[in-house]
């Protein structure tokens, strides 16, 4: 085996992530959208890397991810699988390109695979969308769940709030996970659920739950990357802990190279030819 083979990092698997859970290890999870933000985040030894759907706000600008295309989807996917050398890619399917048919949500889980080499796809939703998610296993593609606050039905939901804090919204939340463990998922986000059924969930289920807003029972946690680092101020629910002040770095240093463009100060002797 040659040295360059030898020295690689281990590849995360959805098999290591049930292992994972089998062995009670806490999966890390953040998004990513690009290739130079993937490189820093796969070199500093995340477990998976979610192109989410989030990529319509974050990337584009949108109130919601409704507007977000098969097409961005691939196209930030393709981003940051070249960004990767260990982390597993996880990529959203967008709103309108699997619910109710079964035949467009292979067609468009074929095209996320064969056009980015991500590794798997992720689709929110629960025993109406297993049928579809049966279909997309047949080819050979793992799927991870998403329940809770499934950000692209906003406009039926309302709000962002918590949901299932309701017991009849929790017992239907509870048969959906347990569906979409038989359908076959391999792992299931749960947004913004209380943590005390969010724990109930992670319990009963053989394969790893990620919380985001979920408490600290999840088998693993996700937050969106540009979030964490502080660069989106606008945004601050009770779950998001932030990690760095990117926003606040960016700024002054924005304001420093204008005002030393401004002042002839850069560049400098030293920074010219
Ligand atoms: O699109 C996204 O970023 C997500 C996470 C919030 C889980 O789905």
Redesign the pocket.
Known sequence: MSMAIAGRAKKVTTHTLQEMKRAGENIT?L?SYDYSLTRLVDGAGIDVI?V????SNVMAGNDT?VPITLEHMIYHAQCVVKGVDRALVVV?MPFGTYQGDTKLALKSAIRIMKESAGHAV?L?GGVEITDSIKRILTAGIPVMG?LGLT?QSIYKFGTYGVRAKEDQEAERLISDALALQEAGCFAI?L?KIPAKLAKMVSDKLHIPT?G?GAGTDCDGQ???LHDMLGITKDFSPRFLRRYADLGDAIDNAVKQYITDVRSGDFPNDEESY
């Open positions: 999870m998004t979610l989410g759907d989030s990529a991810t959203d992720k929110e998403h950000p986000v947004e990620i985001i996700v937050l969106v």
